[in-house]
């Protein structure tokens, strides 16, 4: 990562039950802002996908997604300069 890339935020998604992350996700990106890195960790098995069909047309950057290990899904994700707020 860059160090544009090094998250400011964290949003701890793990134990809640799909589609719990993805909504709270949602929630959450209203008070995002443009040049914020956010780090998001999930363990739920359909996070991932669920996160993808969700950031269509949100004009986010994703810097990274991983599987560190025991079934934690980690995003971390960028809000571009000139983005306005994110709406649920």
């Known amino acids: 990562?860059?160090?544009a890339?090094?998250?400011?935020?964290?949003l701890d998604?793990?134990?809640l039950p799909n589609p719990e992350p993805i909504l709270s996700l949602a929630v959450a990106?209203?008070?995002?802002?443009?040049g914020d890195t956010i780090c998001?960790?999930?363990?739920?098995?359909?996070f991932a996908s669920d996160f993808l069909r969700w950031c269509v047309g949100c004009d986010l950057d994703l810097?990274?997604?991983r599987y560190p290990?025991?079934?934690?899904?980690?995003?971390t994700l960028h809000v571009p300069r000139g983005?306005?707020?994110?709406r649920a």
Request: aromatic share 2%; no cysteine; hydrophobic share 45%.
């Open 29 to 34: 990106a209203a008070d995002w802002r443009a």
């Open 69 to 75: 290990s025991n079934g934690v899904t980690e995003l």
């Open 13 to 15: 998604l793990r134990g």
């Open 83 to 86: 983005v306005q707020a994110l």
């Open 40 to 46: 998001v960790l999930a363990d739920d098995d359909r």
């Open 1 to 3: 990562m860059t160090p």
């Open 63 to 65: 810097v990274s997604l």
């Open 5 to 10: 890339t090094v998250p400011n935020l964290t």
